[in-house]
């Protein structure tokens, strides 16, 4: 008996923490931008919220303040936040392996795309940094309804690469990532190069946990990408 030819695995990369190295300066960004506010926050609680879309960040943090704010200031907070990034950007750098492993998977035909929850204005900001054309298949915060942890993002991705969501696995720094690929059918790798912890990987979904993209470059027969 014949049996079909097994899907071939394809990727949806998050993007800080997981292909450039921009966690932090994002945690001081939106630091500064809550101090323009007056909401004096410690970076470690800001840190936690990283991943999520700006939005449900803000949110979450004032929820934990007991602050509220309206909208408009919401909105403005966001905008501080990418101005804020913006005058670090010469700081941020590919993580270790990142411009080699997305090479050779495509050097192997292997589909991939980046799914983050920054908007369009800082995202695309990171094609040039790995070395990516501006045509590189990119979902961002601006072309999905909800940001993780909602499925959003993936299922964007995976309609972008024409592939099943259920087919992807999804590599992500943070457990927002790893949340969002579970309710998006998609198998769940985790890298440790955004600051959070092996077991919050794994208790989060992740079947596999890399230090950074260079180990899991050296580690793809594990995921089932063969020359």
């Not at 939005?55 to 979450?60: E, I, K």
């Not at 408009?72 to 010469?90: G, M, T, V, W």
């Not at 050097?107 to 995202?123: D, E, K, N």
Request: net charge negative.
């Amino acid at each position: 008996m014949a049996y079909p030819e097994p899907p071939r695995p394809a990727f949806l990369f998050d993007l800080d923490g997981t292909l450039i190295d921009s966690v932090y300066q994002h945690v001081i960004a939106w630091r500064n931008a809550l101090s323009d506010q007056g909401i004096d926050l410690s970076v470690w609680r800001i840190h936690r919220r990283i991943g999520m879309s700006g939005g449900l960040f803000v949110s979450a943090l004032l929820r934990e303040t007991g602050l509220t704010l309206t909208q408009q200031q919401i909105d403005d907070l966001q905008q501080q936040h990418a101005a804020a990034y913006k005058e670090q950007i010469d700081s941020v750098r590919p993580l270790p392996g990142a411009p080699e492993l997305l090479t050779e998977l495509t050097a192997r035909g292997v589909p991939w795309a980046i799914a983050t929850s920054g908007y369009a204005q800082t995202a695309r900001l990171a094609l040039g940094m790995l070395g990516l054309p501006p045509d590189t298949p990119m979902v961002t915060r601006d072309l999905v309804r909800r940001a993780k942890p909602d499925p959003d993002l993936f299922l964007a991705g995976a309609a972008l690469l024409g592939i099943d969501p259920h087919h992807t696995m999804v590599v992500g720094d943070s457990v927002w990532d790893l949340l969002a690929a579970r309710r998006a059918g998609a198998l769940g790798v985790g890298l440790l190069s955004g600051g959070y912890g092996r077991d919050e990987l794994e208790r989060s979904g992740a079947f596999r946990v890399y230090a950074d993209p260079a180990e899991m470059l050296a580690r793809l027969d594990e995921l089932g990408v063969r020359e």
